[in-house]
């Protein structure tokens, strides 16, 4: 639609009225016909809007030539109305286009015009806003979900609200009357208006609130009820608990920031300055995660602070506990606090951390101004502190994050005597402490290590936390506030379900607090719940020390007035033995040891643990009830007060507990000499599990849930015992361990017989006989644990021993017995749980004595005598689909598992019996192959277990596995494709079971012994073998790289054939390739093990090292050796120690080393000469670096003739660029082998080589510590022929070489002086004469020149003295710049073996001086030296000249990108109207007009004319404009149209101005430009057309100096607006100023 259709429409009705034609009749048949076409349709869309738009430009002609009142009617109800209800802008995206937008635009001012008409009727206007008030309303209900009749929907809010703006916007000669009907609306329009707030998206929000409740303000001439009514609707709907809080706040701030120039005012009536809500609202606007709000509340509260410096206010003076105040009298204190306050705020929503560090010191000033004086007064309230606390917390930059948190830590300030103290503490927030704060510390980034020297230490968030709790809990000095605090600590880091390591750190600062009974069974509640649930997915060694520190932090802080022992217990169960609560260790010492100190402490008599463990009589009493209840199944007694509610493990983890607290207290009161300990009388305590246990010997009959009850009670208290751990063998744990064997003994029998009970019980229900057998099996595994380990009786030890074999025979009897198994088919899981059991115990390492009785070897004739008549492997789906159709769902699962698992057991057993795993004494004719046992041949037999394996459950496999790893070498000479097949299997298995931690190192530890058998390892000389074993592990150590811990246990593997194959094996028999090959392929790999640290892994590095730091004593690692850890770094110090193992006396260990040095050189050497860019910290520096750490350990190893071979091709490495880690390594390599075999001649040859300033620096550098190295006999000689080559280095033309060069020089001369090599100095004097003349020269170069001399390397490194352990994995990468997670510490190698390095080795691990750990990093010039989590230094000093963006706080841009949302006023208040005009019609690029756009937005520009608007959809315009196209107003104009469009402006008034070089162009600085000016841009190459350039006012060239002749035109453009803003906007604004 062309611009000037509407005038034609004009001019023609203006022509039929003067040619006599009835307009109105003319009209009224258009509307009549139009009103038909509107009823007819559904909406309007975009293939029909052009039509409407031409009859509203007719329209729009009719109320200037015709005036009659139903015409006006008609037209406003019929045709406006009706139009605007079919324009559904919301549901048809379509209609967001200009036209539909400008065809409601013309609507709305027809409406208007036709309802405000001096001849309409007076009740059209109250219609009008009748239907819109009805709009609103319906889309209330609507959001609410009320049901709205589709004839009642009327007008989209959308088209309301733009409808309302246009009627309270309108211009013209019915602006009074529009006035006047709007003075009895007003009330109603802004109730409407508040009520649709809350439902309304951004758009209409925006809309409703800083176009229209401000216009309506204005019409009011008494507005002080409509702005009271508003801001009761503010402080309501900040109150309210709305669900979407951000679109609460956003509301609020909305109706503040379009109200500001009624509310910020010093007008008493109408100010909300003095009121807490708003300045409540302005901190919640300041901390919102929308950037829009926050951006308002930071205008808002500049607003606010001008208002009241101009209008010298007074607010809140002399009142206490409002959030702001200010005072006349202090306005030079306080305009700079808050000038930085702003500051700050302003900054904080840029991303840069370079642009926001400069403003962080000034928030000291916020932390000073938030002190109180001697009055109890300050400056500013706490809260406006934290509210910057929160801003950064919500921050993207990590690394503010962690300064921001480090800084309310750590923050001091002193009070009014002067002491100084943690100012967050001292002004502690609740609320917001246990909201924000913990959540900013739930993000592992922050416990990052800041400093290269705390890798065994916590971070310094987590030094400041504890340093933090302890402060706050100390400055609370009301006993009832210090339970609070700390019952709230507890609950919110159980609510907030902290990560792993934020977690650690936090249990690890609670358990630093100061004691304090304060936790009570319900924070007891809170930790069962933390540690059964929330922590089960955290890695195992921060999970066990977590367990630690809460352990300790509730010795610490239980309150035990209402706390029984079983509570105690309730708790004591979640802390797992496996991970940190095993018997022997620390913990559980700690934990009797606190009973015992409760029980003496007189301040604790009152309590009922006391109480109890006071008396021994009371302790005896006290757990035989609880033992009664529980196998009586009654949990509760109410005659006991304090016996609670407590499960079976926690009465058995408490029994051992006590045990060993009344064990250890006699053992402590005892005077020495006396035997005389008094321990728990077991058989009281137990008597009523004991006599359950006994009746099953007398009865038929006696209650399954006191039999489970008991059995189950037996077994927790035999598990807990921990007798796999040798500690508990010893004095006093032993003790109890002898009570329990002697009372345990004669029940053995009984259970055996039971278990035999189960297999023809007919009087028991099916799943109540599995559960038996399956729980009575479990007490007699472990029973058998207790009875046969120790020392017992013969006699009862036959006894037991008879019953296991009557069992036995009576299983195996049951499972040739196909019939009655086919009668029942349950009864097969229980024949095959208790044949498992039987293989388990034949095979335990308990049995010793066992194996010595007769019926020992009677059991094994039991099972020859029956294996013919037995088929053990069945198949499985068709037994478990018989027996599941006798269960119900919940025991499916759990039969299925069982009774796979067990069958693969006594499998297993089978096949080792077969193989002569147990039977090695028998006769030859008693030996019975797989195939007689088993009824399969092996190849079958692997075949059904892999299948087995793909389809069994994943908790099942290690059965299998370990059948798997016994049938391969069985088959492996019969059928090699098919051990192929399986290990392949065995693989697929390895990557399925990833998904379940439980499951998945068993299964990789079951794989790894396969592949590292001993079958395999004698074979490897088989090609095949070899291959296979070389894919695998190639793909475990692969999997090692994304898995951290499966490296760490295949080398740990691995040593066995790394010592068998090579330490210890015979020097005479030599490697064979295979073998060699392998091996120097593992410790290849495992020395350059580790790819680039992820943040995941760093973390877990750093906690464990940190865990690992609290000492031997430290309860996890006592239960979790330094070799259980899973750090990339010690799968390298592994096979470091490995490798220190050889001899250097070991020909063969020599030889192999050679070999190995060679493919270490090769693979350096590719890497060197490959294009990769070598980045310090980079992965291939890493690399380049662990294969020179290797190389270094094994020099010794090197002799003469090999070290000439390897110096002449790892010299050749330095003529490249390297990294100064790697660099030092191969000079120092290099010096200790030319000094070692006299290879000086080498030097000389590298010299002649050397072509690149780095690898003269190299030569250098080995000179000078040659000749420290060197023995004396040569010194003088090598000294002087070096001394030829290098006095011309030293006056090189190249800088860099010639200060190196005398640096070096100096070096020698001072060796040479103080070990009076006199030929030399005699000879050189020269030199001395050269460094005398240098003595008082400070140029550049002595500069330099002295850097170089205190760099390490020449200041304090000896190459033959620091060579250790020490110097080349932890003290050269430091100095050498490389990222402290590659240092690894001496200590780490001797924790993985102690006993390698308690005697000499061919290296040192320490140094024997500290001199060069005393060093400082050398001045290397390196990429990426500093960490992404480095700390944010430097920011003591304020800078007053810090970068801003500049932002128009008076604008509030929006979401809508309609023509009526572009910006009509600039941010300096003015209007954009009848400014200039920039016509870009002729430039053709994206790129230029994108660009300019942005400037003529940026500038003011009143409007931007395109050739084509669908340009400003393109990419490459967006990129350059970003959104400057939203904002500025834009009309489209073909390049035909150019013509008759300028015309026709300068018709309007306006001054055309071309931008082209002619003949009468004027000079660009000497133009002044008219305020309506509309500037023409060329095309890029061929400028202005000649047509063009008749109409033009006025041409201007641009001044010029250079040889081009012509800018860009964007640039040209550029400088022509610049040049009228700087007349028009920016030349007024300095006036103004």
Not at 103 to 108: S, V
Not at 1431 to 1439: A, G, M, R, V
Not at 1559 to 1578: P, R, Y
Request: hydrophobic share 40%; net charge neutral; charged share 20%.
């Amino acid at each position: 639609m062309s611009f000037h259709n509407n005038n034609l429409n004009t001019l023609l009705i203006k022509s039929i009225a003067n040619h006599g034609i009835n307009v109105a009749e003319v009209v009224r048949d258009i509307v009549a016909n139009y009103r038909q076409l509107l009823l007819a349709i559904d909406s309007i869309d975009n293939n029909n809007h052009h039509q409407w738009m031409e009859l509203v430009e007719i329209l729009q002609a009719v109320p200037s030539i015709d005036y009659e009142p139903q015409l006006l009617e008609d037209i406003a109800k019929d045709i406006c109305i009706t139009l605007l209800c079919k324009l559904e802008r919301k549901s048809n995206f379509q209609m967001h286009n200009e036209i539909g937008i400008r065809l409601h635009h013309n609507t709305a001012k027809v409406l208007i015009t036709c309802c405000w008409h001096p001849g309409s009727k007076d009740t059209l206007p109250n219609e009008l806003l009748q239907c819109i008030i009805g709009s609103i309303s319906n889309y209330i209900n609507d959001a609410q979900g009320k049901s709205i009749s589709k004839s009642s929907k009327g007008i989209e809010i959308t088209t309301a609200v733009e409808l309302i703006d246009s009627i309270i916007s309108y211009q013209g000669n019915v602006e009074e009357a529009i006035r006047s009907s709007l003075a009895n609306w007003n009330d109603k329009i802004v109730t409407h208006i508040l009520d649709c707030l809350p439902y309304g998206d951004n758009e209409i929000i925006d809309k409703l609130t800083f176009r229209i409740l401000p216009k309506l303000c204005e019409l009011e001439l008494d507005n002080l009820a409509t702005l009271g009514k508003i801001w009761i609707y503010i402080k309501r709907l900040y109150h309210t608990e709305v669900e979407a809080v951000i679109v609460k706040e956003s509301v609020a701030l909305s109706l503040v920031c379009s109200l500001a120039d009624f509310y910020l005012t010093a007008d008493p009536e109408s100010t909300i300055l003095s009121n807490d809500e708003f300045w409540q609202i302005l901190q919640t606007g300041l901390m919102c995660y929308n950037s829009l709000t926050r951006k308002r509340a930071i205008y808002l509260m500049r607003y606010a602070l001008d208002v009241l410096e101009k209008e010298n206010m007074s607010i809140n003076v002399d009142q206490r506990g409002h959030l702001f105040k200010w005072n006349p009298n202090q306005k030079q204190q306080l305009i700079p606090i808050w000038e930085s306050y702003h500051l700050i705020m302003q900054t904080l929503e840029e991303t840069q951390i370079h642009v926001i560090k400069p403003v962080l010191s000034r928030i000291q000033d916020i932390i000073t101004a938030t002190c109180c004086d001697h009055e109890g007064l300050a400056l500013l309230h706490i809260s406006w502190l934290t509210t910057i606390y929160k801003r950064i917390f919500s921050h993207e930059s990590k690394l503010l994050i962690k300064w921001a948190i480090l800084t309310y830590l750590t923050s001091t300030s002193q009070d009014s005597e002067g002491i100084e103290e943690i100012h967050m503490a001292k002004n502690f927030m609740s609320k917001f402490f246990f909201t924000d704060v913990i959540r900013a510390l739930n993000n592992s980034a922050c416990y990052a290590r800041d400093t290269e020297y705390s890798r065994d230490k916590p971070s310094s968030i987590a030094i400041a936390l504890t340093s933090f709790l302890s402060s706050q809990l100390y400055l609370i000095t009301e006993s009832s506030l210090k339970v609070t605090f700390l019952n709230e600590l507890l609950e919110t880091v159980v609510k907030e379900r902290l990560g792993p390591y934020p977690l650690l750190y936090f249990s690890y600062a609670i358990s630093k607090l100061q004691p304090f009974p304060a936790w009570d069974n319900s924070a007891l509640l809170k930790i069962n719940m933390m540690l059964s649930d929330s922590i089960s997915t955290h890695p195992t060694i921060i999970k066990a020390a977590v367990q630690c520190f809460i352990l300790q932090a509730l010795i610490n802080m239980i309150k035990l007035q209402n706390i029984s022992l079983l509570d105690i217990s309730n708790c004591l169960i979640v802390f797992r033995k496996e991970d940190c609560f095993l018997r022997g260790r620390s913990l559980w010492v700690k934990v009797y040891k606190w009973l015992g100190t409760v029980s003496r402490d007189p301040c604790n008599v009152s309590n009922p643990i006391s109480k109890i463990l006071s008396n021994n009589s009371k302790i005896i009493d006290f757990l035989r009830i609880a033992v009664t209840n529980i196998v009586n199944g009654h949990n509760h007694d109410s005659s006991i007060n304090d016996l609670r509610s407590i499960n079976i493990p926690a009465l058995g983890r408490l029994l051992v507990l006590i045990g060993d607290y009344c064990t250890s207290e006699t053992n402590t009161n005892s005077k020495e000499g006396e035997d005389n300990l008094v321990t728990l009388p077991w058989q009281v305590i137990l008597e009523s599990a004991i006599s359950v246990i006994n009746c099953l010997k007398k009865s038929t009959y006696v209650s399954q849930e006191k039999t489970r009850n008991a059995m189950m009670l037996i077994y927790y208290i035999l598990s807990e015992l921990n007798l796999d751990d040798p500690v508990v063998q010893q004095h006093p744990y032993c003790i109890i361990n002898k009570q329990l064997q002697l009372l345990f003994a004669p029940m053995i029998t009984i259970l055996l017989q039971f278990a035999r009970l189960q297999l023809h019980n007919p009087g028991t229900e099916i799943a109540d006989r599995f559960e038996n057998c399956r729980l009575c099996l479990k007490v007699l595994e472990e029973m058998i644990k207790l009875l046969w380990k120790h020392n017992i009786d013969y006699d009862g030890l036959l006894d037991s021993v008879n019953a296991v074999f009557a069992l036995a025979t009576s299983c195996f009897k049951s499972l040739s017995n196909t019939e009655l198994i086919g009668e029942n088919p349950l009864q097969k899981i229980n024949v095959v749980m208790i044949a498992a059991w039987i293989s388990k115990i034949l095979m335990a390492n308990c049995t010793a004595d066992f194996a010595k009785t007769p019926n020992y070897q009677q059991i094994l004739n039991c099972i020859k005598d029956y294996i013919p008549k037995v088929v053990v492997i069945h198949d499985y789906r068709k037994d478990l689909l018989d027996i599941h159709s006798l269960l119900d769902k919940s025991f499916k699962s759990l039969v299925t598992t069982e009774y796979i698992k067990c069958q693969w057991v006594y499998v297993s057993f089978l096949i080792k019996l077969a193989t002569e795993a147990l039977n090695n004494d028998a006769e030859k004719s008693s030996k019975i192959s797989v195939s007689e046992i088993c009824r399969k041949s092996p190849v079958e037999l692997l075949d059904h277990a892999v299948d087995t394996l793909d389809i069994a459950p994943i908790n099942t496999a290690e059965s299998i596995l370990e059948c798997i790893q016994l049938l391969l070498p069985t088959v492996f000479n019969d059928n090699k494709s098919i051990c192929m097949r399986t290990i392949g299997s065995l693989w697929r298995h390895v990557n399925y079971c990833k998904q379940s931690h439980d499951n998945f190192w068993p299964t990789l530890a079951s794989f790894i012994a396969t592949i590292l058998q001993p079958h395999f390892i004698r074979h490897i000389n088989l090609d095949n073998i070899y291959n296979m074993m070389t894919e695998y592990t190639l793909k475990l150590l692969e999997l090692g790289n994304s898995q951290q811990g499966v490296s760490n246990y295949f080398l740990s593997q691995f040593e066995s054939v790394w010592i068998e194959k090579l330490v210890e094996s015979d020097q005479s028999n030599p490697l064979h390739k295979n073998t060699k090959n392998y091996i120097e392929m593992v410790m290849r790999r495992a020395c350059i093990h580790g790819s680039s640290y992820r943040k995941d892994i760093t973390h877990l590095q750093d906690s464990t090292s940190f865990i690992r730091s609290l000492g031997p004593t430290f309860p996890v690692n006592q239960i979790f050796s330094v070799r259980k850890d899973r750090c990339d770094y010690l799968v390298r110090a592994h096979a470091i120690n490995m490798l220190c193992q050889l001899s250097t006396d070991n020909e063969k260990h020599k030889k192999f080393v050679q070999g190995y040095l060679l493919v270490l050189l090769k693979q350096d050497e590719e890497m060197h000469t490959s294009k990769k860019r070598s980045f310090i910290n980079s992965h291939v520096h890493f690399t380049r670096c662990r294969i020179w750490q290797t190389i270094m350990i094994l020099l010794p190893f090197i002799d003469k003739i090999f070290a000439e071979i390897f110096l002449r091709k790892s010299l050749k490495l330095l003529h490249g660029q390297i990294q100064p880690s790697v660099r030092r390594m191969i000079e120092w390599s290099a010096i200790l082998l030319l000094c070692k075999g006299n290879l000086y001649h080498l030097l000389q040859d590298y010299y002649y080589t050397t072509n690149t300033v780095s690898s003269l620096c190299s030569y250098l550098g080995m000179i000078f510590h040659i000749s420290l190295a060197i023995s004396e006999e040569y010194q003088e000689s090598v000294i002087e022929n070096a001394l030829p080559l290098i006095l011309p280095l030293a006056l090189a033309n190249n800088f860099g070489i010639r200060c190196f060069a005398q640096a070096v020089l100096q070096k020698i001369w001072q060796f040479c002086n103080q070990n009076k090599l006199t030929l030399i100095l005699n000879r050189f004097s020269v030199i001395e004469m050269l460094f005398a003349d240098k003595a008082n020269n400070i140029g550049e170069s002595t500069k330099q020149r002295q850097k170089i001399l205190e760099n390490f390397y020449f200041s304090a490194f000896h190459p033959v003295a620091h060579y250790s352990i020490q110097t080349i994995f932890q003290t050269l990468p430091r100095l050498t710049l490389v990222c402290d997670e590659e240092w690894i510490s001496p200590e780490s190698f001797i924790c993985l073996n102690p006993s390698l390095w308690s005697s000499e080795r061919h290296i040192a691990i320490f140094n024997k001086d500290s001199s060069l750990e005393a060093c400082q990093p050398g001045n290397f010039k390196s990429k990426n030296i500093t960490s992404s989590d480095a700390k944010i230094t430097d920011i003591s000093e304020q800078s007053e000249n810090v970068q801003q963006k500049i932002t128009p706080w008076k604008i509030f841009p929006t979401d809508d990108e309609s023509i009526l949302s572009k910006q009509t006023t600039l941010s300096n208040g003015k209007s954009r109207e009848d400014g200039l005009i920039v016509v870009a019609s002729l430039i053709d690029k994206a790129a230029n007009l994108g660009g300019l756009c942005r400037t003529c937005e940026i500038l003011g520009v009143s409007r931007l004319v395109l050739n084509n608007k669908n340009l400003m959809e393109n990419r490459e315009f967006q990129s350059l404009s970003v959104t400057s196209h939203k904002w500025i107003p834009t009309d489209e104009v073909k390049i035909e149209e150019l013509d008759e469009y300028l015309r026709s402006m300068k018709q309007l008034g306006y001054v055309v101005v071309g931008v082209e070089q002619t003949a009468n162009s004027t000079d660009l600085t000497k133009h002044e430009f008219a305020k309506k000016s509309i500037l023409l841009l060329g095309n890029e190459r061929e400028g202005i057309p000649v047509p063009l350039l008749k109409l033009m006012d006025e041409c201007i060239a641009i001044p010029q100096l250079g040889t081009i002749r012509s800018f860009n035109v964007h640039v040209s453009g550029a400088l022509l607006i610049w040049e009228y803003s700087k007349q028009h906007h920016f030349m007024d604004l300095s006036r103004d100023c």
